[in-house]
């Protein structure tokens, strides 16, 4: 039985060495078809033992698109987009996604007026329009589990298009960490970036801050509400505790309480 699994690994670690470009982009081009957006790729490659017993693949040059023309402006485009996958499942066809990590380029979010995010969208799967023996015969899924994302060298946009303010962030490095179950997620932050606040009524805000947080936080799904009973942040050289929640709904409610040198509430 151990032979027979360790022959089992050792031959799928040939294949994945030798036809991991083959693999991949076959598996990009079927996961494309179920989403309203498009991910576009250059080259791959594989690391096989710095996460084991999960592998690494880097698609390099990656563009995700918002749908399927690729004359928007790009959700995101990168160098390299690292996911972690288990070496059992990406021989079967299984994508069960436990790691996200994005280098060197630009992030660009966008809330709709209606609460909708362009990054979701694009990952929203078309209604099944094939027959059903073509479904039966593909058995190609991605389930996305996060553990862990990072982000490094990464200039981020985010814009609420119905308050028209936009937040920018030149990423260092930002380390997340994910732990969830049917009721909820814990989620632990920790970042270095430089930060901009614009809005339609003051565009001066926020330009250059040095920017770090460290945070400890824990979502529920069903009330839509993420929870901080411990953080800090550090704005240049201001350093403040925070604690909190906030209603992540269409129409978002904060309920925050930063403490620095003096005590500063914020309810809206």
């Given at each position: 039985m151990l032979v027979s699994l360790v022959l089992l690994v050792g031959i799928g670690i040939i294949i994945l060495y030798t036809?991991?470009?083959?693999?991949?982009?076959?598996?990009l081009e079927k996961l494309n078809k179920q989403f309203h957006g498009e991910l576009v790729i250059e080259t791959t490659s594989i690391s096989l033992f710095k996460h084991f017993p999960s592998v690494g693949v880097a698609l390099h040059g990656a563009t995700l698109y918002p749908d399927k023309t690729k004359t928007s402006t790009p959700i995101f485009k990168v160098e390299k987009l690292y996911v972690g996958v288990s070496i059992?499942?990406?021989i079967n066809k299984k994508y069960n996604v436990r790691r996200v990590s994005l280098h060197n380029g630009v992030v660009n979010l966008v809330k709709e007026a209606n609460g909708d995010f362009n990054i979701l969208e694009a990952f929203n799967v078309y209604p099944d329009t094939t027959d059903a023996s073509a479904a039966s015969e593909d058995s190609t899924y991605l389930n996305i589990d996060l553990e862990k994302v990072s982000f490094k060298g990464l200039n981020l946009s985010y814009y609420d298009t119905a308050s028209g303010q936009r937040y920018r962030a030149n990423i260092a490095d930002l380390q997340s960490h994910f732990e969830a179950d049917s009721a909820g997620m814990s989620i632990i932050l920790d970042s270095n970036m430089e930060l901009d606040w614009t809005s339609p009524k003051d565009t001066t805000l926020f330009r250059h801050k040095k920017f770090t947080i460290d945070v400890d936080a824990?979502?529920?799904?069903?009330?839509?509400?993420?929870h901080i009973p411990s953080?800090?942040?550090?704005l240049d050289e201001a350093t403040f505790a925070i604690t909190g929640s906030a209603n992540i709904a269409k129409e978002s409610v904060l309920d925050l309480r930063v403490q620095g040198r003096q005590t500063r509430s914020y309810t809206g």
């Open positions: 036809e991991h470009d083959r693999i991949v982009n076959v598996a059992p499942d990406l824990n979502y529920d799904f069903k009330e839509s509400l993420l953080g800090s942040l550090k």
